[in-house]
């Protein structure tokens, strides 16, 4: 049996924001710029990079203005974040 599918599908990374603030551990910003970089390549486009919260209370996500800043240029990607609950998207 085939399947056929009518609308596209859109698959969007949430790993460098959802994912890392669930953990101790704060990832260094060069490791989160290698997963950008690596997401990318491998051909996502949706890719949430952060969210602007105070350090204090997410310390794991105090560098995103520098992966939003990273986000491939001239490219499809989104840079999101989330402000007040609700993601913010800007495409490049």
């Known amino acids: 049996m085939t399947l056929q599918r009518q609308t596209p599908v859109v698959v969007r990374e949430v790993g460098l924001r959802d994912g890392l603030q669930s953990i101790a551990r704060t990832v260094p910003t060069e490791v989160k710029l290698q997963w950008l970089h690596d997401a990318h390549a491998a051909g996502l486009r949706e890719i949430e990079v952060g969210s ?22 001239g490219s499809t990607a989104s840079r999101c974040m989330a402000t007040s609950g609700a993601p913010v998207c800007r495409r490049r």
């Open 52 to 73: 602007f919260v105070p350090a204090r209370l997410l310390p794991q996500l105090a560098d995103t203005a520098v992966l939003v800043d990273a986000a491939p240029a």
